[in-house]
């Protein structure tokens, strides 16, 4: 399987290269504008080819993209390869607009052909073990999910903030596929002209979802809490948690020697990407919430453009 490499960052060389290299079935081609760096991880995980321009993958006659450039550039590398009839991973975000989205969804569905958005975050064992519903992508017998997502003294512009951040919490409680500000409750704090925080919170039946995230904590961490009957998880990372049941606490950790990839998620998410370009085709629920999450960070960004320009 040959497989183009757009766009060699930090989150390319830190979290995708280090796994896809290693693969014994699959043979990456490159491609970047920076010709330094394309000579240097060429050289280092000893790729054969190697591009300044995306077009030129088609040459190569490569059976996937990825594609790790700025949400800014996606739409349109996006674009040109699904009219290629070419399987597509992006980034999360996809794009940074709900009618693109549905745009290039639309597009994969003319051509048959798969786009896949990379949220590592459904993917991390541990919580998976755990906590059923995030494997399965459905609320099931949940009571409440609380995804916390905060940083140290890095407020940002609206978009910014909700696409390229916030949109990862936002995901991953997105367990009912809510594309609309419907029965959402927002809350928000502003740090001059820069957003600094924002909570969102909805209910799907009995389950109550919140995402949350505050960028002026004074550290950066994440935390995830659920809840069932009579039993409650929190993890403090991805790697360690708690469990509550019958009076009793249970330390929760990740299993031994299991890599820092693999406990975020890339692992599993990298190999989930690579049945997908076999199968070639996603599952109904999988495109329906990739769109979903993106309308909602969409509606969200727009609405918080809304009340900050009014005040």
């Not at 183009?4 to 930090?10: E, H, M, N, T, Y």
């Not at 990825?66 to 040109?80: C, E, G, L, N, Y």
């Not at 990298?270 to 309308?295: A, C, F, K």
Request: with cysteine; hydrophobic share 40%; aromatic share 10%.
């Amino acid at each position: 399987m040959r497989i183009g490499v757009i766009g060699l960052g930090d989150i390319a060389q830190k979290a995708y290269l280090p796994i896809m290299t290693q693969l014994n079935n699959v043979e990456l081609v490159l491609c970047t504008r920076d010709t330094a760096v394309l000579a240097s991880l060429s050289e280092k995980y000893r790729i054969k080819h190697s591009y300044s321009d995306y077009r030129q993958l088609t040459k190569k006659n490569v059976d996937a993209v990825m594609i790790h450039a700025a949400t800014s550039v996606h739409f349109d590398i996006a674009f040109w390869f699904l009219t290629q009839g070419i399987p597509t991973f992006v980034d999360k975000p996809l794009v940074d607009s709900g009618e693109q989205v549905e745009l290039l969804y639309n597009l994969a569905e003319k051509h048959q052909t798969p786009l896949y958005v990379g949220f590592n975050r459904r993917h991390i064992p541990l919580y998976n073990k755990h906590l059923p519903e995030l494997a399965s992508g459905n609320v099931g017998e949940l009571l409440s999910l609380r995804w916390e997502k905060n940083r140290h003294n890095l407020p940002g512009d609206i978009q910014t903030f909700i696409f390229d951040d916030f949109i990862h919490a936002l995901d991953s409680v997105n367990l009912n596929c809510k594309a609309t500000l419907e029965d959402v409750y927002i809350t928000h704090q502003m740090f001059g002209n820069q957003l600094s925080r924002v909570d969102v919170q909805w209910q799907a039946g009995q389950c109550l979802l919140h995402a949350s995230m505050n960028r002026l904590t004074g550290i950066t961490n994440e935390t995830v809490s659920a809840t069932y009957h009579n039993q409650s998880y929190q993890f403090s990372s991805f790697t360690r948690g708690q469990r509550w049941l019958n009076n009793e606490e249970r330390i929760l950790t990740s299993e031994d020697w299991t890599p820092m990839l693999a406990t975020k998620g890339f692992e599993g998410m990298i190999n989930d990407w690579l049945g997908v370009i076999e199968e070639g085709s996603m599952p109904l629920h999988t495109i329906e919430r990739n769109i979903s999450s993106h309308q909602l960070a969409d509606l969200l960004s727009h609405q918080l453009h809304s009340l900050f320009e009014r005040h």
